[in-house]
């Protein structure tokens, strides 16, 4: 499964990319307005920390405007994948743009038949939000139960970008279901290394080394 960073963050980035734990990064409007830092700017900075895919949302609503907007997007970086709404004007600017050999990533996407549309569309990545499915009474992982289903059963080619992922069993049950990628807050990503035995462990290791007085490095 593909990581994604969900941040607009560049430190935060660096650190994931240097672990060698980032395949990609996604932006929306809400984290660029909470990095603070100017959306073209910041875009082009993380393209090249980046060599993955980093989408960069439109924010039109209707088509002829989301393909100008796409238009100054993509020139940031060849890396940039357009972001669009999932609604019929997102879905029209989706096939126009991977028409064109552009990535997109179809997200707000919160039902199996949307994800359907968005690979009818040919989109690149489709992003169900499981985090917000979960806060409104659904199960967010039923919904990427239902679309890995759906898109094996066609044999589409979409990816199932797992958005909006709020803790490290999300991740889990994302990976046992075959998404193909999911996007974390960086806290979220780091934390999956965390476990109480390995902790346990290095501080016997040690207490053990100590007693030795030996050292590695003279
Ligand atoms: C996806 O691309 C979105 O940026 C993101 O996952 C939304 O997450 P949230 O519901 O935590 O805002």
């Not at 020139?75 to 990535?103: F, H, S």
């Not at 990545?125 to 199960?139: A, E």
């Not at 139960?145 to 080619?157: H, K, Q």
Request: hydrophobic share 45%; glycine share 8%; proline share 3%.
């Amino acid at each position: 499964m593909k990581f994604f960073a969900d941040t607009a963050e560049i430190d935060a980035i660096r650190e994931l990319a240097d672990a060698g734990l980032l395949d990609g990064v996604t932006t929306n409007p809400s984290l660029i307005h909470k990095s603070g830092r100017d959306f073209m700017e910041v875009t082009g900075e993380i393209c090249g920390i980046v060599d993955g895919p980093v989408s960069a949302e439109v924010v039109a609503l209707d088509h002829a405007t989301m393909m100008r907007e796409a238009e100054v997007l993509r020139k940031i970086a060849d890396n940039v994948c357009i972001k669009v709404p999932l609604t019929i004007d997102g879905l029209k600017t989706c096939r126009a743009l991977t028409g064109e050999g552009t990535m997109v990533n179809v997200t707000l996407c919160f039902s199996a038949n949307q994800a359907l549309l968005a690979a009818k569309a040919g989109a690149t990545f489709v992003s169900p939000f499981v985090g917000r499915h979960d806060d409104n009474g659904f199960d967010g992982m039923d919904l990427i139960r239902d679309i890995r289903l759906i898109y094996d059963n066609y044999g589409f080619g979409t990816e199932i970008l797992v958005a909006s992922v709020r803790h490290v069993i999300h991740v889990l049950e994302a990976a046992r279901i075959g998404a193909d990628v999911m996007t974390a807050p960086p806290a979220v990503i780091k934390s999956l290394a965390n476990h109480v035995l390995t902790d346990k462990g290095i501080e016997g290791f040690l207490a053990d080394w100590a007693k030795t007085g030996q050292t590695i490095l003279k």
